[in-house]
């Protein structure tokens, strides 16, 4: 029982310091989601080059598009003359981060650790969508459509709507689609915690390079969306994983995972699934070295406990509605398309 009490505790503390961050999150992702129509999307990548590259993989960033909707925007732009590049770009930034992964990783490991996770998700969408586009000669796909008409990026409305549609999808949607992962990636966080000695990882992989390719193999098969991950990060570092090596945890287990290779292999092809993988890997290595040169773990653990130890009664009321949030979330539902990062 007091092993039990030890892991709620430290899941609840995580659940404190996170919730006021999300729930923010999950209220502008909703913005966006009624806001940003799929057509703009197209419309501003609908042509060749490098530069339609970049602003797939800037779109990709904040976008909350749910992955019913990312196959046939994908599609379409392929149709309107988008390159295998701008959709790899598009592909790859998009599930790393989302503006409710931003907010926690912000709340959860600090304003640096965050700026930085999102330029590195802006520029491994660049990188790989530019390595694939290079390497691989353009071919068409055939369009995916979504019919679903509960999902709120495949059928946008208008006017007064849209407000509706932002708390549909903020609060109803997006809980749903991340809700579960979200609760175990807080309990893993919990667990960990509770059962992993400060200095595991520090005694047993001590080497940089080392924990970072143990990771990046750890990563690369394993699913995780990119909000859960963000605790079940934090408990590494707590452990003595490096930021770095954290980080790379953070960039492929979001998006490298077993629906979005088979998406690639779908519509791509063998070898851009290859090149696609060994840049991001590359790209999560890079990152993570670098990050480590600019950040320490004692750093994010310092931010952290400081936060924890300023939780008051408005993180505890935070944390009990995106409980109750996640918890009805994850209840029995209508079966539907949508399926956030």
Not at 11 to 28: D, K
Not at 92 to 116: M, R
Request: a positive charge; charged letters at 10%.
């Amino acid at each position: 029982m007091e092993l039990l009490s030890d892991i709620l505790i430290k899941a609840w503390n995580v659940t404190a310091v996170m919730a006021p961050y999300l729930l923010f999150g999950f209220f502008v992702a909703g913005v966006l989601s009624a806001f940003v129509p799929v057509a703009f999307i197209e419309n501003h990548l609908g042509k060749r080059g490098l530069w339609q590259i970049a602003k797939a993989s800037l779109l990709g960033v904040p976008i909350p598009l749910c992955s019913c909707s990312v196959i046939p925007v994908t599609a379409s732009l392929r149709r309107h003359g988008a390159t295998k590049g701008a959709a790899i770009s598009f592909l790859t930034s998009t599930p790393q981060t989302g503006v409710d992964s931003i907010a926690a990783t912000w709340g959860l490991l600090g304003p640096l650790f965050a700026s930085f996770r999102v330029l590195v998700a802006f520029i491994t969408g660049c990188l790989c969508g530019a390595a694939v586009e290079t390497l691989t000669p353009p071919s068409e796909e055939s369009v995916i459509g979504c019919d679903d008409e509960h999902c709120p990026s495949c059928n946008p409305e208008s006017g007064a709507n849209k407000w509706k549609q932002v708390f549909a999808y903020g609060f109803g949607v997006l809980p749903r689609d991340i809700g579960r992962a979200l609760l175990i990636g807080i309990l893993v966080s919990g667990l960990l915690g509770a059962l992993v000695p400060a200095d595991f990882f520090t005694h047993y992989l001590s080497s940089e390079w080392l924990s970072m390719l143990a990771v990046l193999g750890l990563g690369i098969p394993l699913y995780v969306c990119s909000t859960g991950s963000i605790p079940i990060a934090l408990a590494m570092i707590a452990a003595g994983l490096s930021p770095g090596a954290a980080l790379v945890f953070l960039i492929t287990g979001p998006a490298t995972n077993v629906a979005t290779i088979a998406t690639v292999l779908k519509t791509m092809g063998k070898k851009a699934v290859g090149i696609y993988l060994i840049t991001l890997g590359a790209c999560a290595l890079t990152a993570g070295w670098i990050l480590n040169r600019i950040l320490t773990a004692g750093m994010v653990v310092e931010h952290i406990e400081h936060h924890a130890a300023g939780t008051g009664r408005f993180e505890q009321i935070c944390a009990l509605l995106l409980t109750g949030l996640l918890i009805s979330a994850i209840l029995p539902r209508k079966k539907g398309c949508c399926a956030h990062k």
